[in-house]
């Protein structure tokens, strides 16, 4: 069976959930989670055949945080290379800013995320996703502005 990322080049959803206070949205993956056990991470899905870029945001964070898309911004994409377990990957990620409601926001996949918790740009967990430093070091001047 061939698989996105691993036979082909996959493209992904990432999004960077906040609250336009300066607080963001973090989930921490779960021993069930596909890779990055215990890590924590921003939340992204792999884009569907049949589904369209803003429509598989929206349904991707309504599954994980059970909340709606208030607004979003495009921040642009990488090439995320890297390998999972003994398999070398690659993915296009799809990268945005996304606003969305606090008081809404919940563990939509409990098999995949064992933990939901707000966190501030100059005060991150320990334990994070390998791909997150480089989220944040490529959109660093967009994210410092995320009152809009």
Not at 25 to 51: C, H, P, T, V, Y
Not at 82 to 111: A, S, Y
């Amino acid at each position: 069976m061939l698989k996105q990322g691993v036979n082909y080049v996959g493209v992904a959803i990432v999004y960077f959930c906040h609250d336009g206070k300066g607080n963001f949205i973090m989930a921490k993956r779960s021993q069930k989670a596909r890779d990055e056990n215990n890590k924590w991470d921003i939340g992204g899905g792999g884009l569907d055949f049949d589904i369209g870029v803003q429509d598989t945001l929206r349904k991707e964070i309504k599954e994980e945080y059970c909340t709606n898309v208030l607004s979003y911004e495009f921040l642009g994409y990488r090439d995320v290379f890297r390998i999972n377990k003994i398999q070398k990957t690659h993915w296009v990620t799809l990268d945005f800013k996304v606003l969305v409601d606090p008081k809404m926001v919940k563990i939509g996949e409990p098999e995949v995320f064992t933990d939901l918790s707000w966190f501030r740009l100059e005060k991150l967990p320990t334990e994070i996703h390998s791909q997150l430093p480089i989220f944040l070091n490529k959109y660093q001047d967009k994210l410092l502005a995320l009152s809009s």
